[in-house]
């Protein structure tokens, strides 16, 4: 099974900041990475998918790269609702999910 | 609009037995394969099964193989999770969510219902 780590675990963050989070898997998986947003309450909304692409309807100022095992996503300029957890996902074999980064204020 | 909406949550006792739906409305359900992930009070998602499209195949992760069972009726644009010898750890908000790829299986998880309450306790 495919393991998948994410650092840090939280982050405190202001509006205006950037902010960048990591993912990483335990065998290379190419572009099959995607993340999620989960706010308590909500349904987990999908951000990028394959590594890079951004879903339909996301704001510009989500942003992910990388390829092979090290992936990370990037928030240009943090709004107000972008405080949540965020979370890498594999698609390359089967699915896991990684642990999940809070961001907070 | 594009929908999903589960249904079937409850409280049930260790080794009891319950079964979600999860109704696709908006989209060409029989032509996209469906996942259904859970997250535990507290704790992160977890991906627990997917069917393809056809039906053809089904994964599960190994904490659910053997207990849950993924199923769907694409006359009724329903997907379904029957789950059996349930346990304390299987507590969870239980979500179904589509797959991104048209008769594939890698794809990401593009929409997803707001999910069902599910406890195991006695």
């Known amino acids: 099974d495919i393991q998948m780590t994410q650092s840090p675990s939280s982050l405190s963050a202001s509006v205006g900041d950037r902010v960048t989070i990591t993912c990483r898997a335990s065998?290379?998986?190419?572009?099959?990475l995607n993340w999620y947003q989960h706010k308590p309450g909500a349904a987990p909304k999908l951000l990028i998918y394959?590594?890079?692409s951004l879903q339909s309807g996301v704001p510009s100022r989500f942003s992910g790269s990388g390829s092979g095992a090290d992936f990370t996503l990037t928030i240009s300029s943090l709004q107000p609702e972008d405080f949540a957890t965020y979370y890498c996902?594999?698609?390359?074999?089967?699915?896991?999910f990684g642990p999940g980064t809070k961001v907070n204020i | 609009q594009v929908q999903l909406v589960e249904s079937g949550g409850g409280v049930v006792q260790p080794g009891g037995s319950l079964r979600l739906s999860c109704a696709a409305s908006?989209?060409?359900?029989?032509?996209?394969?469906m996942h259904w992930v859970r997250q535990a009070p507290g704790k992160g998602l977890e991906w627990v099964a997917f069917?393809?499209?056809?039906?053809?195949?089904?994964y599960y992760a190994d904490s659910v193989r053997g207990r849950l069972t993924v199923s769907r009726d694409n006359s009724k644009n329903t997907v379904y999770l029957q789950m059996n010898s349930l346990r304390a750890e299987d507590t969870a908000i239980y979500y179904c969510?589509?797959?991104?790829?048209?008769?594939?299986?890698?794809?990401?998880?593009?929409?997803w219902g707001q999910g069902t309450m599910v406890t195991v306790s006695s």
């Open positions: 908006g989209f060409t359900f029989s032509s996209y394969g």
């Open positions: 069917i393809r499209y056809d039906g053809s195949d089904k």
């Open positions: 065998q290379s998986i190419g572009s099959f």
């Open positions: 996902q594999q698609s390359y074999d089967i699915r896991s």
């Open positions: 969510a589509k797959d991104g790829v048209m008769r594939g299986h890698n794809g990401a998880l593009d929409i």
């Open positions: 394959d590594a890079s």
